[in-house]
């Protein structure tokens, strides 16, 4: 094969259509970029001119696909060909494969099956969390202590279908009924995520995260300024949680499904609405 032959290389693959372009001198492994819109449940927005801000679930594979810009002294995020839409706070799961951490925050790095992230949580948050369950803790300690005093409360719930597991190592005072136990027991579950609400994240938990996307220039200190279209073409993306919550296997395996479903099939899937009306 000549030279030539490398330069007009449009051997294209059948699924590769006719509207990519390829990037010239990659010829082992072609590269191409789409000059479609990324999502089409937005694509016929009329108005353009403004942004809209984007929230909601997301898998870690899209997440590597966002298109990062520089608005004034922050970095920005938007799908690919969509510069009309802003990525705002969102949502990821994924299982935590390791942890670290230093004097500010703590890594995690997760993989939900479809790539992988690091996620920063600031221990101030943690800290936030941790003072929260004491605070549950403690309003369910005096209301469980004083279940006479409580009693109007108590017949106005309804007692739960399923009996949750205790807390370990926590009793009610003698003659307390399973009723008021098992109604106690399922609002301090439902307010401490499980009993999961404060306590420290392992590896190999399953996790549900809430925060932004960031770019790591790896440690290549520069004023925003001074960022160039090379800096962010080659940085890192990264994930800044505000939030964490543990999953069980069984929530997180039924909560992914849920968002494959119900949220990205919608930005993809150009034949969704047949699909709903063959069903």
């Known amino acids: 094969m000549s030279e030539e032959d490398l330069f ?10 006719d509207d990519f372009i390829s990037i010239r001198g990659d010829y082992d492994y072609p590269l191409y970029l789409s000059e479609k819109e990324e999502w089409i449940n937005y694509k016929n927005i009329e108005n353009k001119e ?25 970095i920005k995020f938007h799908p690919l060909n969509m510069p009309y839409i802003r990525i705002g706070k ?22 939900d099956g479809t790539g992988t992230i690091t996620i920063f949580y600031d221990k101030k948050f943690f800290a936030k969390s941790v003072a929260l369950r004491r605070k549950i803790d403690k309003k369910y300690y005096n209301l469980s202590n004083n279940v006479k005093e409580n009693i109007k409360i108590l017949k106005n719930q309804k007692c739960p279908k399923k009996f949750p597991n205790p807390r370990p190592k ?11 136990i098992a109604i106690f027991e399922y609002n301090w ?8 609400l404060g306590e420290e ?16 220039f790896l440690h290549k200190n520069k004023p925003k300024t001074e960022i160039t279209f090379t800096d962010i073409s080659h940085a890192k993306i990264n994930f ?6 543990c999953l069980t296997e069984q929530q997180y395996n039924k909560k992914l499904l849920s968002w494959i479903y119900n949220n990205v099939r919608k930005r993809y899937d150009e034949h969704l609405n047949e699909s709903f009306s063959k069903s």
């Open 201 to 216: 994240i392992q590896r190999c938990n399953y996790i549900h995260a809430l925060g932004y996307c960031t770019l790591d």
């Open 170 to 180: 926590f009793f009610y005072p003698p003659n307390t009924s399973i009723h008021d």
């Open 240 to 245: 800044i949680a505000t939030k964490i919550m």
């Open 90 to 111: 969102i949502n990821i799961m994924g299982f935590v494969v390791c942890d670290s951490e230093d004097a500010k925050c703590y890594r995690y790095q997760v993989d």
């Open 50 to 74: 403004d942004k809209i801000k984007v929230y909601g679930p997301f898998l870690i594979c899209e997440l590597n696909r966002f298109v990062p810009y520089l608005e004034g002294k922050n």
């Open 8 to 17: 007009n290389w449009t051997d294209l693959p059948k699924e590769i259509e």
């Open 189 to 196: 579950s439902l307010e401490t995520n499980n009993g999961t």
